[in-house]
Structures are given as structure tokens and as C-alpha cells.
């Protein structure tokens, strides 16, 4: 089980928000279990303004303003909020044991929708490109 689970949803967007979360709890799953809060709270588009820049200050904070790549932040914001469009979860937890593929085979996923490598490309850590191959919902 993912560390991050020891926080409520409320207690994890408000410690990551003030950059107070100890990076041994920022994981891949965290990163998709705040995009599955933001959506809730604040619909898709919000979401997406807020963990963009909420990201890349944690980055920045921790010193490691070159993890921070906006086309993945985006494109896995979009995947989890298609993936919740298709789920009844009331919980992160039940949500992602419905959808491992998020957690197990996630470049996989976004590979999908992108023919670009967009994990190594500069332009898609500093803008969202759209997908190449397949749009998002």
C-alpha cells in the first residue's frame, strides 16, 4: 500500500499545496490520487490549472525543477478524469483498484495517445502538446 494513504484527501491537497508533504510520499499514485481530488473538487479544467502549478513549485521547491514536465502533468490529469467518467468510486482507493492500468502500465497508456517521446522532448516539459495519435475525452 502507496504511503500517501495516510492522509485524507483533505489533509494531502492542503500539504502538498503548502509544499509541506515530505517528498517520501510524492509517488506516482499520489500524483493520481491528487489529480482524482482536484477533478472531484474543482471539475477537469481547474484541476489542471492547479496541480500544473502546485507540480512544478513542489519541483522547484524540493530542487528539482527538471522533474516537472507539463504534457505529462496534463495528459495524466486527462487520463485519470476519462477513467473516472467510467467509475462509480466514491474513494481513490476502490478507483485505482479498478483502474491498475493507471498505476501498472501508465506510459503505456499515455503511449497511446502520443507518438512523440514526451518524457525526454523540452517542449513538452515547459507546454502541454496535444496528443499526436489519439485525443483525450
Known amino acids: ?4 494513504y495516510r492522509f485524507s484527501d483533505f489533509e494531502l491537497e492542503e ?7 515530505h517528498p517520501k510520499y510524492f509517488s506516482h499514485e499520489t500524483h493520481l490520487r491528487l ?17 500544473c ?11 528539482a525543477n527538471d522533474k516537472f514536465n507539463k504534457t505529462v502533468t496534463v495528459a495524466s ?4 478524469y476519462h477513467f473516472m467518467l467510467k467509475s462509480n468510486s466514491e474513494n ?5 483498484g479498478e ?18 517521446d514526451i518524457w525526454n522532448n523540452e517542449t513538452a516539459r515547459s507546454s502541454f ?3 499526436d495519435l489519439l485525443p483525450f475525452e
Open 1 to 4: 500500500m502507496d504511503n500517501h
Open 15 to 21: 500539504e502538498f499545496r503548502g509544499m509541506t508533504l
Open 35 to 51: 489529480a482524482w481530488i482536484h477533478i472531484r473538487k474543482y471539475g477537469i479544467e481547474k484541476a489542471i490549472d492547479n496541480l
Open 53 to 63: 502549478i502546485q507540480i512544478y513549485n513542489y519541483a522547484n521547491h524540493l530542487g
Open 77 to 80: 490529469i486527462r487520463a485519470v
Open 92 to 96: 481513490f482507493k476502490t478507483f485505482i
Open 99 to 116: 483502474n491498475p492500468r493507471l498505476n501498472n502500465n501508465f506510459k503505456e497508456l499515455l503511449a497511446q495517445h502520443y507518438d512523440i
Open 129 to 131: 502538446l496535444q496528443p
